[in-house]
């Protein structure tokens, strides 16, 4: 891969009226969701807020954690801020406020939403799009909005629901999604078996989880085996690689050149760097995860 190649480049997602990063500190940031505000918390905000506590104090919803024995729930304000619809460019999506601190969607990643749309709309026919770790299948709706077949995999049923709920709140249940419950690396193996192939492949492992019936996944030392895994299914013309890592023990340059195995020997261009939530209060900006996304030429 040559320097021209690749560019490292900051994603923020912004323009976005639905969602706003109001403020963070002390551990806590406080957000926007439609007409609903939340508080999470964040261990990345160590500086102090700057938006008064009242304005904190009116959040619909607190996600708390016990002290004792660092469990968390919802405390809710506004009954009706437990699940509601947002909307992003057109795609309705569910917030809901279940047992975790996740609301059923990853505002950071709406550039890479942009991004999959984009690219499988400039296809000439319609591609087959592998997500995995799909989450509530937002990139899964991009693609599908952009013409592409697409197949979700994850291991949560609780998110494929959401997925499908999304799909329908969408208008695009004529659009070509499987929702797949199950281990990521178990349906690998098997589509592989199956010879079957994908023109792009998104990923968005976490740092720890479990599978459909309670495999364990951990990035640091399952990521090779996700990446030959993902060679086994990627097309001989791929179109586009997305992949999203929670990391704390790689760059985004350090995972570039396993991306770049994983389509050698396509030529493309290589972006890669943090995905950034940046504050409205104070302009100051919280680093979610690392990505990489590889597009042929």
């Given at each position: 891969?040559?320097?021209?190649?690749k560019k490292e480049i900051e994603l923020?997602?912004?323009?976005?009226?639905?969602?706003?990063?109001?403020?963070?500190?002390?551990?806590?940031?406080?957000?926007?969701?439609?007409?609903f505000c939340v508080i999470r918390d964040e261990p990345r905000a160590i500086w102090k807020p700057v938006r008064p506590n009242r304005e904190w104090e009116k959040a619909d919803a607190e996600y708390q954690i016990d002290p004792k024995n660092k469990?968390?729930?919802?405390?809710?304000?506004?009954p009706a801020a437990k699940k509601?619809?947002?909307?992003y460019r057109g795609l309705k999506l569910q917030i809901e406020l279940d047992q975790s601190k996740q609301v059923g969607i990853f505002?950071?990643?709406?550039?890479?939403?942009?991004?999959?749309?984009?690219?499988?709309?400039q296809q000439n026919h319609p591609i087959n799009v592998l997500n995995l770790f799909g989450y509530t299948g937002v990139a899964a709706l991009a693609a599908a909005r952009g013409g592409a077949n697409v197949t979700h995999v994850d291991s949560s049923k609780r998110a494929v629901r959401l997925g499908r709920e999304n799909q329908t709140l969408s208008g695009l249940e004529d659009r070509s999604i499987r929702w797949i419950v199950d281990d990521v690396l178990k349906y690998l193996q098997r589509e592989a078996r199956r010879e079957v192939k994908y023109d792009a492949i998104i990923m968005d492992p976490p740092k720890y989880g479990l599978g459909a019936n309670?495999?364990?996944?951990?990035?640091?030392?399952?990521?090779?085996?996700?990446?030959?895994?993902c060679a086994q299914v990627l097309s001989d013309r791929p179109v586009f690689v997305v992949l999203t890592a929670y990391t704390i023990n790689m760059t985004a340059e350090e995972l570039v050149p396993s991306i770049e195995k994983l389509v050698a020997p396509h030529m493309g261009k290589f972006e890669y760097g943090q995905l950034v939530a940046k504050e409205k209060s104070a302009g100051r900006k919280i680093e979610y995860s690392e990505y990489v996304r590889w597009q042929k030429k």
């Open positions: 891969m040559t320097k021209k190649n923020i997602a912004q323009n976005w009226e639905a969602y706003q990063l109001l403020d963070s500190g002390k551990g806590r940031k406080l957000e926007q969701f439609g007409d469990q968390g729930r919802w405390q809710l304000k506004n509601f619809t947002i909307d505002p950071e990643n709406a550039s890479h939403w942009d991004f999959i749309e984009s690219v499988c709309a309670k495999e364990r996944w951990t990035f640091d030392s399952m990521y090779p085996d996700l990446i030959e895994a």
